[in-house]
């Protein structure tokens, strides 16, 4: 009964007609972004972050069209996968693998309806997994220490990125490159200043809204200027679309494997949509066998993967709002803009803020719908996007990132250490350095030392208070473990070769 009267007030809150309008908006933007290639779903909502404080957003409204972006570019990441053989975002890779065979064979627009519905069935599993899972997460929370958050926040930087990097090296020295810039400004303890030398802008630290910015939506600009001059152009012609009733009967057992699969992924801090996809790709074709025709257009290759990559993106949410550590990239940045509005992800948010959580629940749930309901019969018109030149593109993307930050801070100071962190985050995609292990470190550093701080005093300095419960050696094992396994793990989650021909291509 607690959960249906906090569904009711949830809802209150969400068909409020500003919400519900921003909502919608969340989502046929969502949609454009993530259908355009090499976007993705975190690069999108950093470029609307600013937008979101440039409009005066207050807490729910913000996260509100923000997670609906985010649920959008998840929906929209299929498009140009199927039609151009490119994935929107990485999650979106093993759609390619089905997708692009089915549309080469003229089931274009056959794809495009089975991974929406896909996409609808895993982001509403994960929502009524959030629903159910996440109040109870919280109250387990409450038996979190100083030396279990000290432990949390070290599984977040050895998961984050583990799977999705090339080189655990590399994400180490992101990692290292976060946490030395959390260090910036007054120390939390005594007051004194560190690595400010002298400069009044810095005694309050990096912002991380900037530091977001920069690296996400700065760094894609400079990338677009680099390879995307030039614009683009379909492969694949879209003929009439229609709704493939047999198929969607033949995939559903496959959206409901995926669906779980994804979900498990989702929770897991650092696994994420990507591997939730390649999980849900690799047991369908495990239980389809010999019947299967995978990697030359099957149906199933298509909706497995579009519902797994779905359902993490959801599930991802869980840990973000019961714990305060982001499951994903994405999420990584919506803890970003709740802590800019002074409002701390944990076990208490749910007590303290039920409008907000329940209101962004009931949000999700509407905004699912609509995303159905829009995805199929406007699936041509999002398809036009992706003939958007990026000589139209760019300055609107520059646009809202500059008016977005000044209107934060009306400094022009900030408006340089964007730039600069473009730059940075230039030079580290450069060198295949991931950039989320650096926003990770940038938003959490602080936080990681005052528990271990505190994890100190309490035990007078004895170091091994830090492995004193059950739960605490549970997640310095999950933390070994989730920087490990990748290096193992990796060979197995690289792109399987083309299946097509050279005479189909």
């Known amino acids: ?51 979101a404080f440039t409009m005066g957003l207050d807490a729910t409204s913000a996260l509100v069209l923000l997670t609906s972006v985010y649920y959008g570019a998840m929906y929209g990441g299929r498009i140009s ?66 030396a279990e958050y000290f432990a949390l926040y070290l599984l977040a930087f050895t998961t984050l990125g583990g799977v999705g990097s090339k080189n655990q090296a590399k994400a180490v020295i ?33 912002d991380f809204l900037v530091a977001i910015v920069g690296l996400f939506a700065i760094t894609e600009v400079f990338f677009f200027i680099e390879s995307h001059g030039k614009g683009s152009a379909i492969g694949v012609q879209l003929a009439k679309v229609t709704v493939p009733i047999k198929d969607l009967v033949k995939t559903s057992g496959s959206m409901m494997r995926g669906s779980v699969i994804g979900f498990i992924a989702g929770i897991l801090p650092g696994a994420g949509a990507s591997l939730g996809s390649f999980l849900a790709y690799m ?3 495990s239980v389809a066998g010999s019947s299967g025709k995978f990697g030359q257009g099957d149906p199933r290759g298509v909706a497995a993967p579009e519902a797994g990559n779905n359902a993490a993106a959801g599930g991802a949410l869980i840990p973000m709002l019961t ?20 409002i701390q992800p944990g076990p208490t948010l749910f007590a303290e803020h039920p409008d907000v959580v329940w209101g962004l629940i009931a949000s999700l749930i509407i905004a699912n719908f609509v995303l159905l309901f829009m995805n199929i019969p406007m699936v041509k018109i999002f398809v036009k996007v992706l003939m958007v030149p990026a000589w139209v593109l760019l ?14 801070s009306g400094s022009y100071f900030d408006l ?35 528990n271990l701080r505190r994890a100190m ?44 021909d050279a005479e189909a291509d």
């Open 1 to 51: 009964m607690e959960t249906l009267s906090n569904l009711a007030l949830g809802f209150s809150v969400a068909l409020n007609p500003f919400t519900l309008m921003l909502a919608v908006i969340g989502a046929f933007m969502g949609t454009i972004i993530g259908a355009l290639p090499g976007l993705g779903p975190s690069n999108g909502v950093a470029i609307l972050i600013p937008l």
């Open 81 to 146: 996968s199927i039609l151009l053989n490119i994935p929107g975002d990485e999650p979106a890779m093993m759609t390619t693998l089905d997708g692009y065979p089915m549309a080469r064979q003229g089931k274009a627009g056959d794809a495009l309806v089975i991974s929406g519905v896909a996409s609808f069935v895993g982001a509403m599993f994960a929502t009524a997994g959030l629903i159910i899972l996440a109040p109870m997460l919280a109250r387990v929370a409450y038996l979190f220490g100083p």
């Open 174 to 206: 992101a990692a290292c490159i976060g946490l030395g810039m959390a260090m910036i400004g007054l120390d939390n303890s005594t007051g004194m200043p560190r690595f400010t030398y002298g400069h009044m802008h810095l005694m309050d630290g990096v």
């Open 283 to 285: 047991a369908e074709k």
């Open 323 to 342: 714990l305060g550590v982001p499951g994903s990239g994405t999420t990584a940045v919506l803890l970003a803009l709740l802590m800019t509005l002074n």
């Open 395 to 408: 300055p609107g993307v520059t646009m809202i990132s500059f008016v977005g930050i000044y209107s934060l």
């Open 416 to 450: 340089v250490m964007m730039v600069g962190f473009g730059v940075l985050g230039y030079f580290l995609r450069k060198l295949d350095i991931p950039t989320v292990p650096v926003i990770l470190g940038i938003l959490l550093g602080n936080q990681m030392e005052d």
């Open 457 to 500: 005093v309490v035990a007078n300095g004895e170091w091994t208070y830090l492995f004193s419960s059950g739960i605490s050696i549970g997640l310095w094992t999950a933390a070994i473990l989730g920087f490990v396994a990748p290096m193992f793990l990796r060979r197995f989650l690289k792109r399987p070769p083309q299946p097509l």
